[in-house]
């Protein structure tokens, strides 16, 4: 592919450039085909061989024989000129090897997984972050406890089935210990409500998360073995209407604000009145489907006013530590509670409780 | 329990809701219709009653409800029975007091006996009761009209007057299922004078009941203490409607209305005559702690205090509080104060103790819904738990890392407690769940180790988990409880030029609790190769200490332990103490403003010994403290097993210095002389450098 290199004309820079403009099109006429190793040779050979490339005619012909004058002038493009050659070499290598025909863009990305949050932490901490945007603490306690802070204080009587040891798990070896002091896995988080008014005076508000046991068979949706979120309002004042409001709210920033709530009548020892909470069903709006077996409502909540008879444990217990009785007749307060598991299951369509404790990775890995 | 609209309608005449609305409507005030299905002249509803309302479990109790819900009128129940005739009948001796506090008798001779025809059939078909004849269907339809048990004797079978006494040890009973009964002195028992005849508040007896060719009838309406029929009906293992009421406490006003009942309906269906009056024996100490308690005050500031707004604007009025208790059988007797009450209680609802039970009433009664959604005003501050952000760093660290958290069971089997923490007591559980789970974890190592294997078996190629979780010490008189946070992986690990494969995976976890770690304010962090725990193998673990405590340990799992798991692969198990993290200040980041001058980066090749560890070598260079020095670090490290790049016993290292001063561009005689101190450095240390 030899070939002559024309004399120049002349040195002054007009000239320069229009000879170096004609040699840079030649090198991007001959970049644009560059996608082959072979023609990327053929190439490389035409501009940068050592004997016949044109660099060295060009070389030979106009820079050696030019005037001392001119060489710095003819050198700068004789420069831009090569580097524009080797730019084409690059460029057309990465093509070839990178594209080929273009990127696949359907091909998987290359991503680096997070770890999961545990689905259980993430409802907690989910239920939580609403409480708290209403001014609530959060309070934690043990999960060992002893009866009076699980069932005494809570105004569970003495023969309660609860306490049986065929629905609560207990330690070893308790027998001998007074009925109060003896240990037990806490059956529900409400214990904490007790410690925290024994140690706060009014106003209190607490939202507390926590692992609770309950010597329950497994099956699909039980485990002995379950979370439970509580919270706690306690003020002058406190209405049953506010517990309403508080709920609804609450049921909303979580579920949306198209839930609706309903409450029902029922008992538990340590609030009167006591409402059982269900919520227009998420998935079908109230309408009826299968998740709400067709009720268009989905029970998710146990609450109530704080029982006088839990006030007055607490005063009692307070006046027993050499603390001022607090929580008198000008109190008022309510408590709600619920089943973190039941929230999770519902919310990502889980039909196995047992999943959350298995550490299985194939379940896990979907909460990435 | 099921209801019949139709008959509960007797009871109502001016209800005008439909069946449907009216389920709705108890429902709404806890007196739950789960069912609702049609049937002949109405619907039946299925009920699912709370166990503390036991007086609501009859067609007369849910009357009650609904005209209170409605504010219309209830029948009275006895208005169809002749009147009162109470005097000396059938001779009554109650000589249990504390077990009997009422037994009413009532004689009805010249019955026919029958099956029952008309109305009771009917509804007993569609109750999916059994018939059994019309003087005993008679019982039960009273039972099922008003809840109270009562009982029909063939008067002829009674051999002189009627004794309630406790049982003879050994006493022997044949009861109506036929079945015969050996009683103790905990048992109740209807007698005469010369056997027991039934099993109090439980079961009839088999020589007294009414058969096909009774003639004469002795009706028994009675109140028993529930303590002693829970007792009788558990340890024989009878559970019957009688024994299901009086346990939960029968209404004591009513034994002689039930009896008026039967005996009015002996009379107009078998065609029976009462003979004499009715015997009514009362013990006046237990009527005091039924029928007749003290009355108690109600303040209606106070319902409206604990209640709040309605939707109907405004509080709960004291009218609507006098009519909804009313209606529910309290009576209520102005005190001195304004809106103040004294309230007389219903003998039927022993569930009502306290001013906060009629509250509760007020409430059910007026619905729950109808309360307005109001938010309580703020008052009091908000005390984070001092621990938030810790916990929370600890996870989102270990998170953004790669690592999934895992929660695991609380419990463990001794053995496994034992094997992962020889030097900790655990805690035995009384009932445990089962023989895995026999004492409180005293750590979490145990638990992450299965839940590793069982991925593996799984075929999960790869594990990282972490848990942060409660562990227990100590003994079953004093618990302790701690935060403890394990980490286990297995599988592919990160790539590295300077750790073998057969390392990665330590070093992965190494790395990773050095990036936790960073996250506190920690004065040191020392990593340790001396007294590892058993389960770690013996030379591939290490113990982590901050500021020259213990937090933990972590490793590859011991060979013995990782058979016993039939683990296929390394295992690298970790647990750390979280109180200390929990209780340690996170790190705020103090930032220096980056160097405006150019960093010089310097490659060294160089030859050392197996012994000589980077700890040393990192050392070396920093206690030359050259003030431009900002980094120095192992970019790769290589031995050669067959000895020809690099003799056996030796590794070659390709170290990375770098050297940037903040006020200068560094000059090329500044940074060889460095360079050459740090050469130095390395060749006291016994490095060679490479050519």
Known sequence: ?368 | MNILTHWLREYLPALEVSDRQLAEDLTLRGIAVEGVHEVAGGHLFEMDITTNRVDAMNHYGVAREAAAIYNIPLRKLDDECAPANVGAGYPVRIEAADLCGRFTAQIVRNVTIAPSTGIIAERFAQLGQKPISNAVDITNYTWLAMGHPTHVFDLDTLEGSIVVRRAREGEKLRLLDGSEKTLTADDLVVADEKKALALAGVMGGWDSRVTDTTKNILVEAAWFDPAAIRRSSRCHGLHTDASHRFERGADFAAAPVANRYVTHKLVELCSGTPDGPMTDVVIPEVEAKTANRPRIALSSPTVQRLLGTTLDGGEISPVLIEQYLEALGCSLHPASEVGCYEVKLPSWRLDLEREIDLIEEVARVYGYNRFADTLPGFSGGVDSLPHRAQEETIRNTLRAMGWNEVIGSTFASEEDAMLFAAQRTAVPMGNPLNAEAGVLRPTLLSGAASMLAANMHRDVRTARIFELGAVFTGDTQQVQEAQSLSMGAYGSPAASAIVSAKDGLFFEVKGTIEALLAQFELKSVEFRADSLPPWIAPGRGARVLVESKELGAFGELDAAYADRLKARETIVLGEMDAAVLLASPLRVPLVREPSRFQAVERDLSFFFADTVTWDQINSAVHNLHIAELTSVEPREIYRDAKGKAVAIGEYSLLLRVVLQARDRTLREEEVAASIERIITALKELGGRQRA
């Open chain 1, 1 to 368: 592919m030899s070939e002559q290199i024309p004399q120049l004309s002349g040195h002054d820079d007009a000239t320069l450039d229009q000879a170096f403009a004609a040699l840079q099109k030649q090198v991007r006429a001959g970049a644009a085909a560059l996608s082959t190793d072979e023609a990327r040779e053929n190439f490389r050979l035409a501009w940068l061989g050592r004997k016949q490339g044109r660099l060295k005619l060009i070389s030979d012909a106009w820079l050696k024989t030019a005037p001392v004058e001119a060489k710095k002038a003819l050198g700068q493009r004789f420069n831009q000129l090569k580097t524009a050659i080797e730019a084409a070499l690059e460029s057309g290598h990465q093509a070839s090897t990178s594209a080929g025909p273009g990127l696949d863009i359907t091909l998987p990305g290359i991503r680096r997984a997070a770890g999961v949050e545990h689905p259980l932490t993430r409802t907690m901490r989910e239920v939580v972050a609403v409480f708290e945007a209403l001014g609530y603490s959060v309070g934690i306690g043990p999960e060992v406890e002893t009866d009076f802070y699980n069932f005494e204080a809570l105004n569970f009587p003495p023969n309660h089935p609860a306490r049986d040891t065929q629905d609560t798990l207990v330690i070893a070896d308790q027998e001998k210990k007074p009925g109060r002091e003896r240990l037990l896995m806490r059956t529900h988080t409400s214990p904490v409500q007790i410690r925290s008014m024994i140690a706060q005076e009014p106003p209190l508000r607490l939202v507390i998360p926590g692992k609770v046991h309950r010597n329950d068979e497994s099956d699909a949706t039980h485990s002995p073995i379950f979370h439970q979120v509580e919270g706690l309002c306690v003020d002058t004042n406190i209405t049953f209407s506010d517990l309403k409001g508080t709920l609804d709210h609450a049921m909303k920033s979580l579920f949306g604000s198209a839930v609706k709530t309903r409450f029902f009548p029922s008992f538990f020892p340590f609030t009167e009145p006591s409402a059982d909470v269900q919520i227009s069903c998420i998935f079908c709006g109230g309408k009826g489907c299968r998740k709400c077996k067709h009720s268009g409502w989905i029970e998710l909540l146990g609450c109530g006013m704080v029982d006088p008879a839990v006030f007055a444990a607490v005063d009692q217990r307070r006046i027993e530590l050499g603390r001022e009785p607090a929580y008198g007749s000008n109190i008022s307060g309510f408590a709600f509670g619920m089943g973190v598991e039941r929230i999770a299951m519902m919310l990502y369509g889980i039909s196995d409780i047992g999943l959350f404790y298995s550490g299985d990775l194939r379940f896990l890995e979907q909460f990435a």
